[in-house]
């Protein structure tokens, strides 16, 4: 894993140009088919829970997150 809990994070959605920062307050690695596709990653994959600002959470893959300094 390349984040730590409560590391600052941007979560970056190259299909939407959104950006949104929060901290990592979560993981979970891909195991099936079903939620691969979802996520459109490989089986194997680690998802990030990220909690925002506004206290609303989202699940991204790994990938798609940037540290924050």
């Known amino acids: 894993m390349k984040y730590d809990y409560g ?12 950006h949104y920062t929060g901290s990592v307050c979560g993981f979970r690695e891909i195991v099936t ?11 194997g994959t680690i998802l990030v829970l990220v909690e925002r600002s506004d206290g609303a959470a989202i699940e991204v893959p790994e990938d798609n997150l940037e540290p924050l300094a």
């Open 7 to 18: 590391s600052s994070v941007r979560i970056v959605c190259p299909e939407t140009s959104q």
């Open 33 to 43: 088919a079903e939620t691969a596709e979802k996520f459109r990653v490989p089986i």
